[in-house]
Structures are given as C-alpha cells and as structure tokens.
T-cell receptor, first 110, second 113 residues
C-alpha cells in the first residue's frame, strides 16, 4: 500500500528565512509525485509533478526535487504570502488514485 | 478559463439525512475525482469517474456513491449521514485518466449535527 509522510507537521519561518519541507514515500513503482498548496477554506492548488529521481522543478521561490525515497520542497527567501499548507501526493505505476500526505502547515512571519 | 465549481459551498444536515453534492469540471476535462478532507485523516480518495464510468473507488462505505453525466458534471451522494461524515468534500478534474495534473474546486463544507 502506498504511503506518504510529510515533515515537519508545522513550520514557522521569518520572512527571508529559507527552508525545506520533506515528503517521504513508499510506493511500488512511482508513476508521479505531486505537490499542492492549500490555503484555508480553499481547495488544493497544483504546484509541481515529478516523475523520476533527480528531476527538479521551480516556480518563483519554490523548488521541488525528487529522490528514490523522498521529495523536498525548498522555499527560498519566503514571504508572508507563502503561508499555506503544502501537500504531497503520489501515484504508482498501477495508476492507482493519489495518496496524500497530511501536509506541512507553513507560516511565514514578516 | 473557468475553474472547477462545486455547489453548495456549505451544508448543515442532521444525522440520518442524505445529501447530494455537485461538481462541474473545467471545460474539456473528462475525469472527475472526489476526496474527503478532515483534520485527522487528511485528504482521502472517494472515487473517480471518467466518461460516465467509475474507474476507481476508495475505502468508504456504500453510503457514499457518485455518478457522472454525459457533460462530465458529477454528483456525489451520502445517505444516512453520520457525525463522522462532517468534512470538506473536494472535487478535482483532469483531462484524462487518474494521476494527470488535477485541478481542485473550492470544496463543499458539510456539517452533520
């Protein structure tokens, strides 16, 4: 059974203080790993898809990387508007439904 | 282009009642998935429809059901509501089969009293 664990559960950063969020996964044949951002009271917003170890993708202050066992979401010089819950999800080669982690709640303080 | 829309946005029901939630996917998207989100369990997959056929179903009791219409709009129904059904119900659409980039709606907040 596919499993996703995200750490830390919550992270508080000062504006400009770079950090990384972790997503470790157990899956039999990774097909794709997905990162989403969710603001309170809203649905998740798609950020990135990663398919193979070594792959990296960037968007503004965010960069996602993938290894064979985990993914990192690096946040460079975060701003208060980056405050949100970041969700990681995986699907395997059997095209099974997305399995989500419980998320990391990020707070960026000005 | 318009995003995924869900109606209603908020619902309050009592135990034993039933409820129907509606989802309109992004124009051109043929796959619709439903998820339940709670603070304790996070996001859990309910079911996925593609071209009016259920392709996958999560580990939920038979009280949870869904369907998809020829225009790709989807509904989910929960019968005999229980207190534990209180959650945010999210719909996501994608162009093709499950695991493509999914776009989520704002959700329906269901409260069961």
């Amino acid at each position: 059974e596919d499993q996703v664990t995200q750490s830390p559960e919550a992270l508080r950063l000062q504006e400009g203080e770079s950090s990384s969020l972790n997503c470790s996964y157990t899956v039999s044949g990774l097909r794709g790993l997905f990162w989403y951002r969710q603001d309170p009271g809203k649905g998740p917003e798609f950020l990135f898809t990663l398919y193979s170890a070594g792959e990296e993708k960037e968007k503004e202050r965010l960069k996602a990387t993938l290894t064979k066992k985990e993914s990192f979401l690096h946040i460079t010089a975060p701003k208060p508007e980056d405050s949100a819950t970041y969700l990681c999800a995986v699907t395997d080669s059997g095209n099974t439904p997305l399995v989500f982690g419980k998320g990391t709640r990020l707070s960026v303080i000005a | 282009k318009a995003g995924v829309t869900q109606t209603p946005r908020y619902l309050i029901k009592t135990r034993g009642q039933q409820v129907t939630l509606s989802c309109s996917p992004i124009s051109g998207h043929r796959s619709v998935s439903w998820y339940q989100q709670t603070p304790g369990q996070g996001l859990q997959f309910l079911f996925e429809y593609f071209s009016e056929t259920q392709r996958n179903k999560g580990n939920f009791p038979g009280r949870f059901s869904g369907r998809q219409f020829s225009n790709s709009r989807s509904e989910m129904n929960v019968s005999t509501l229980e207190l534990g059904d209180s959650a945010l119900y999210l719909c996501a659409s994608s162009l093709g089969v499950l695991a493509d980039e999914q776009f989520f709606g704002p959700g329906t907040r269901l409260t069961v009293l």
